[in-house]
């Protein structure tokens, strides 16, 4: 009998059950027993083996400056022999039984719902997620390894059968021709060794969802988590770990910590790696692509690579639940979110009351430590997002009007923390079209909706896009003329952020993808295969 999805949904539950103090009681509880945690050594792993390095990699919170632990710098051979390991794994892997796959990945999401606060706090001092986001995303790791394990099921581990008719008067072959009876199995088989290249921003959810949509499929992994300048390790390892529990067997999963332009180089060059599953910048995901088949090997690729995302504010539109939406979308995270809201499109007729919308709810929202209850916008990831911020600052009062905020935030905190800004820039400044990873909104009027579409699809990338409207024309027109894989009508909650597994699929266009296919459907699992025809006389 097939398995219901249901979402995980956790602080809605609480919500409605009246409990949210306990929800922070368990958060905030969480927080201390990790924090009485940090500063240990932490190795690699590989076929389940403890492995070390020569030198280490310290993770620090950007937060406060915390020594969250000391990690292996890994190098090309940790990596080769990860993959050897991953290699090994496959042969025996790729054969078990779908159903014995999918209560695997089952056990890991009862797991993951069992340690769901003691995994948000590492997650929420690992990147200075809010309490809210980081339970959102644990949740989110949950419900992908749910829904893939019904998908698979559902789909019978992507096997079919087909019986042709047979001829036993036709002697002679030719394009076409029926043989006597043939039984025939159409199947998805695996690849065989994917590298999975996680981004710092979404370390639980991205990496989990990457990793067991290799591994449910009948993949085996090497997985390296963000080990340079935004490091998020220790939520890689507590993943590795509780795959481990849940019976993932050893070299199905390797964690190799370690710079990309070597661990992660070498899975891109390596023959023995057959996919690559990534999610970070398009320059990074191109010059992966291009430098494999630069060398004449072929590998899968399933990228996503950013977006500069759009929502367009009409004139016909419910302004209060559209500036809602968009400071949440544009702000939340402090905008470092591949989805987050960079450009909005407002009618000139109501472009000043829009800002002062705007600007109202952007003066309530508290910066500071994230892991307090009521701070909405937390540190930036590091230095080098901190001087993009700065820079992005100049070039905007150089040549256009900012409108609010510009300036380090005061925390008393050591941290990159810094004030979200509103600015009105034309549409042909470099800053409208490159990604900044900030929270940085930057508007542009305009006089019709033709135009504003126009403007909202002038872009390399197609990730996310909102529109504010009650005119069906426009609403219409948005839905078959905009040019990107995630779309939202009038969501008050966030104009392009918060896409749910199971309802939305999360998908790229454009520059923002490769596969056309998205993170969350009934579509994803199956890129990790390669389709085979057998057929029996």
């Known amino acids: 009998m097939r398995s219901k999805f249901t979402n995980e949904f956790t602080y809605r539950r609480f919500l409605e059950d009246d409990k949210e103090d306990e929800f922070d009681a368990l958060f905030d509880s969480a927080v201390e027993k990790v924090r009485r945690n940090m500063g240990r050594v932490h190795p690699i792993y590989i076929d389940g083996r403890e492995a070390y390095s020569t030198s280490k990699l310290v993770e620090k919170s950007p937060i406060d400056g915390l020594v969250i632990g000391y990690f292996q710098r890994g190098g090309r051979e940790h990596a080769r022999q990860a993959i050897s390991a991953a290699k090994a794994a496959f042969e025996t892997w790729q054969y078990r039984d779908y159903r014995e796959r999918a209560t695997i990945f089952r056990k890991f999401a009862d797991l993951a719902a069992r340690d769901k606060f003691e995994l948000a706090a590492v997650l929420s001092i690992e990147n200075g997620k809010s309490r809210y986001e980081s339970v959102g995303e644990v949740d989110e790791a949950i419900d992908f390894a749910r829904y893939y394990s019904i998908e698979l099921e559902s789909n019978k581990g992507f096997i079919r059968k087909v019986t042709l008719p047979g001829s036993v008067s036709v002697k002679v072959g030719f394009q076409g021709a029926p043989s006597p009876s043939e039984r025939i199995r159409i199947a998805l088989r695996p690849y065989g060794v994917f590298g999975v290249l996680a981004p710092f921003n979404f ?220 600015a009105e820039l034309r549409q042909n400044h470099e800053l409208v079209h490159e990604e900044l990873f900030l929270p940085v909104l930057l508007l542009i009027p305009f006089k019709g909706f033709d135009e504003a579409l126009s403007m909202a699809n002038d872009t390399e990338y197609g990730l996310t896009a909102g529109l504010y409207s009650t005119n069906k024309k426009e609403i219409d027109a948005f839905s078959k003329r905009m040019e990107s894989g995630v779309m939202y009508v009038n969501r008050a909650v966030s104009a392009t952020t918060g896409a749910i597994v199971g309802a939305h699929t999360f998908v790229g266009w454009k520059g923002s993808g490769l596969t056309g296919k998205g993170t969350g459907s009934k579509f994803y699992l199956e890129q990790f295969m390669r389709e085979q025809s057998l057929s029996l006389q």
């Open 203 to 422: 370390p639980v959810s991205i990496s989990a969802g990457m990793g067991i949509g290799a591994m449910i499929t009948g993949n085996t992994v090497v997985f390296k988590p963000s080990s340079t300048d935004n490091m998020t390790m220790l939520t890689g390892l507590k993943l590795y770990k509780l795959f481990s529990e849940a019976g993932v067997p050893p070299g199905v999963f390797n964690f190799v910590t370690g710079p990309g332009s070597e661990v992660g180089d070498e899975l891109v060059i390596n023959k023995d790696v057959a996919g690559i599953v990534f999610t970070g910048s398009r320059s990074t995901g191109l010059g992966m692509i291009r430098k494999t088949y630069s060398a004449g090997l072929q590998k899968t690729f399933i990228v996503e690579m950013g977006g500069k995302n759009p929502v367009i504010v009409s004139k016909t539109c419910d302004l209060d639940a559209a500036a809602s939406g968009v400071v949440g979308a544009a702000f939340g995270f402090a905008g470092q979110k591949c989805s987050a809201l960079s450009r909005v499109y407002v009618h000139e007729s109501i472009k000043e009351i829009f800002i002062s919308k705007v600007v109202e709810r952007m003066r309530s929202m508290k910066i500071g430590n994230p892991l307090k209850k009521d701070v909405f916008i937390g540190p930036l990831i590091g230095e080098l997002a901190f001087k993009r911020y700065l820079e992005s600052v100049e070039k905007i009062k150089a040549s256009g009007r900012l409108l609010y905020g510009g300036s380090k935030a005061d925390t008393a905190l050591d941290g990159f923390y810094v004030e979200p800004v509103l």
